[in-house]
Structures are given as structure tokens and as C-alpha cells.
């Protein structure tokens, strides 16, 4: 089997199983569906970057996510203080297995409407530090775009971790965590593209627009649960313009992205 069908294959699996949780969640059902997800953004980044790259990213993004949520857990660093509960299943350390996953899915996704928003092409490769800053910073706030509806909905519907100190200043929610998902999902976007100067991506395989259309599905599906079930309701409409108009413009981009010769050939 082909990566690219692999990676569809686990698309179809995470998207059935966000169907399913949006009819009630569960442990399991949480579990699953970060695997899922996981496996999905690692198998479409070995096949859009190539399996080194895509290695190495997952390898700094779980790393590093978990020992920032370590840290938060623990001693309050980054996200405010809060404490695990056993909602989202076995931890290492004081963390859920599932956390550092999601750190590595989120910022992924987040690279690559980064660059077709700006670029109009999946991964822009080595890049002058300018360009990198500015693209790390935008995938940060596409990872927090996600977090504004996801956090009050994991703490206020599912109750996965609880907020030991809050300052009321997001439905409850301490304002010090969106600056904290901010800074770690900057640091490990910045540090994979820094990687790429000694070591440029190279697709695993020629890559066809329905490839590079996964990560923005994955968006899109964790979008529309959001806008339909997020919690506070309030939430609801700020996950339509938070996500709404960053996936618009990726599309757009992916739309342009598609026509070129590159990637025609590649859907060949």
C-alpha cells in the first residue's frame, strides 16, 4: 500500500471516529482519535517532507510538547496551573500519553496552511531566518486558533484537566495558556525549519493535491466540531472566524498550488 493511501486510510479512520465522539465522548474514543490523528499527520508529512523530515519533526514536537506539559503540570510553566485528570487515559509522567501526539498533529497542520497561505506551496523548504520567524510565528497562531475552542471544551465539557488558577479571562480559562501554546508551538515549528538548511524535504513520493488536502481536512473536521458542539456555546461562532479564515486561505493557496506544473506532474 501506497503512502498515500495510508495516509487516506487513516484520514477516514480519524474523521469516523470525531463522527462518533460528536455523539458523546469517551476515553477511548479520545485515545483513538489522537492516535489516529497522529498517524494520519505522520504518515501525509513522510509523504509530503519525506520520512527523515517527518521523523525529525514528530521527534521534536513530541519531545518537546511533553516536556513543556510536564513542566505545566508540575510547576505552572507556560499554560498556568492545572492538573491532569484521568479523562484523556495513561500518562507519562504527569502527562497523558495522547498530549505530545496532538503537539506534534497540531503544529504539522500548522506548517502547511502556513506556507500555502503565504507561499502557495505545502512546505517552502530552506528559507532565510526571516522568512522562518515570521512562518513559525504564523503556524503558532494557527495551532492557538485551534486551542481557543478546544481548551474551554476539553476543561468545561469533558473536564480532562483542571485550571488550579484562573483568571476568568477566557470563559474561565487562564489568558497565560494561549500565550504558552504560542511559544511552544513556535519554538517546534522554528526548530524543525531550521533543520531544513543542513537537510531540505524530499517527498517520499510524487505528491497529487488530495495529498496535501489531508492536513487541511483534518482542520476542517475539527473546525465544523468545534462550530456544532463546542462548549461554551460562545465558542461556536469564534471557531468559524478563528480557523474559518485561516483554512479559506490555505485553500485558496492549495487551489493555485495545484495548477502548477510541479504539482500536476506529481498527480500524474
Request: with cysteine; charged share 10%; hydrophobic share 55%.
Amino acid at each position: 500500500m501506497t503512502l498515500s493511501r495510508i495516509t487516506f486510510v487513516l484520514l477516514a479512520l480519524a474523521a469516523g471516529i470525531l463522527l462518533v465522539r460528536g455523539l458523546g465522548d469517551t476515553t477511548g474514543l479520545l485515545i483513538a482519535g489522537s492516535i489516529a490523528m497522529f498517524a494520519c499527520c505522520l504518515s501525509s508529512a513522510a509523504h509530503v517532507l519525506g520520512a527523515r523530515a517527518a521523523l525529525r519533526f514528530a521527534l521534536i514536537a513530541v519531545v518537546l510538547g511533553w516536556a513543556a506539559e510536564e513542566m505545566g503540570s508540575r510547576y505552572g510553566w507556560f499554560f498556568g496551573s492545572y492538573t491532569y485528570t484521568e479523562v484523556l487515559g495513561p500518562r507519562v509522567g504527569s502527562v497523558p500519553f495522547v498530549i505530545p501526539l496532538m503537539w506534534f498533529a497540531l503544529t504539522y497542520i500548522g506548517y502547511v496552511i502556513a506556507n500555502l497561505m503565504v507561499w502557495q506551496v505545502p512546505s517552502d523548504g530552506a528559507a532565510p531566518l526571516g522568512q522562518t520567524l515570521v512562518q513559525s510565528l504564523l503556524a503558532a497562531m494557527i495551532v492557538t486558533a485551534y486551542d481557543l475552542g478546544a481548551d474551554p471544551y476539553m476543561v468545561f465539557k469533558l473536564k480532562a484537566w483542571i485550571m488550579t488558577k484562573t483568571d476568568g479571562g477566557w470563559f474561565g480559562e487562564t489568558l497565560q495558556g494561549f500565550a504558552g501554546w504560542m511559544f511552544v508551538s513556535f519554538v517546534i515549528v522554528f526548530l524543525f525549519r531550521l533543520g531544513l538548511k543542513s537537510r531540505p524535504p524530499v517527498p517520499g513520493a510524487p505528491v497529487a493535491p488530495r495529498d496535501i488536502a489531508v492536513p487541511l481536512a483534518i482542520y476542517a473536521g475539527n473546525l465544523l466540531f468545534q462550530a456544532l458542539l463546542g462548549v461554551p456555546v460562545e465558542t461556536r461562532a469564534i471557531a468559524i472566524f478563528a480557523m474559518g479564515i485561516p483554512l479559506l486561505a490555505a485553500l485558496c493557496g492549495w487551489s493555485r498550488w495545484k495548477t502548477t506544473p510541479a504539482a500536476l506532474a506529481g498527480s500524474a
